[in-house]
């Protein structure tokens, strides 16, 4: 009986984020800036808000850039308090999470650099999605350009869930 209840909560466990990237009702929502850059890099964040969050899970990023650059994407950095962006609703509602622009994070868990050329716009999808944890303001992703002089638009999708 034991072994069977034990089987059940670790399917429940392992079968939670499956049940938000399948459900209907959860909410999808962007990011989007687009932004001129002088030696500069540019930074989107997308933040868990202090408390009563929602599981978000990043779907994909896009970035373009007219120079060719690096991106780098990672997670869980100290928490953004730069500009804040209105996402756009996808779907419907009003999101939990917060995105950030020219943000203000700390470098976070390196995920990936992706190398971006010029005037192609780059796709980074995560097929299983990622998912951030509603357990405050550090659970957050960004995604960060290289310090560049250049055009750059960036677009983070996103869902939330229960």
Same mark, same amino acid.
């Given at each position: 009986?034991?072994?069977?209840?034990?089987?059940?909560?670790?399917?429940?466990?392992?079968?939670?984020?499956?049940?938000?990237?399948?459900?209907?009702?959860?909410?999808?929502?962007?990011?989007?800036?687009?932004?001129?850059?002088?030696?500069?890099?540019?930074?989107?964040?997308?933040?868990?808000?202090?408390?009563?969050?929602?599981?978000?899970?990043?779907?994909?990023?896009?970035?373009?850039?007219?120079v060719a650059c690096t991106a780098t994407l990672e997670r869980d950095g100290t928490a953004a =308090? @730069? $500009? /804040?962006?209105?996402?756009? !609703?996808? &779907?419907?509602?009003?999101?939990?999470?917060?995105?950030?622009?020219?943000?203000?994070?700390g470098v976070g868990t390196v995920i990936t650099i992706k190398e971006i050329s010029a005037n192609v716009?780059?796709?980074?999808?995560?097929?299983?999605?990622?998912?951030?944890?509603? =357990? @405050? $303001? /550090?659970?957050?992703?960004? !995604?960060? &350009?290289?310090?560049?002089?250049?055009?750059?638009?960036?677009?983070?999708?996103?869902?939330?869930?229960?």
């Open positions: 009986m034991l072994k069977h209840f034990m089987t059940a909560i670790l399917a429940a466990v392992l079968l939670l984020p499956a049940s938000i990237a399948q459900d209907p009702n959860t909410k999808r929502f962007a990011a989007f800036k687009a932004t001129s850059l002088a030696g500069a890099a540019e930074v989107i964040t997308i933040q868990q808000p202090a408390s009563d969050g929602k599981i978000i899970r990043i779907e994909a990023v896009e970035i373009w850039s007219d =308090t @730069g $500009t /804040a962006i209105t996402p756009s !609703v996808i &779907t419907y509602g009003s999101p939990s999470g917060n995105a950030f622009h020219t943000s203000d994070v716009i780059t796709p980074v999808p995560f097929p299983g999605g990622l998912y951030l944890a509603p =357990t @405050g $303001t /550090a659970s957050n992703f960004t !995604v960060r &350009t290289s310090s560049i002089t250049a055009d750059v638009k960036i677009t983070v999708v996103w869902r939330e869930g229960r």
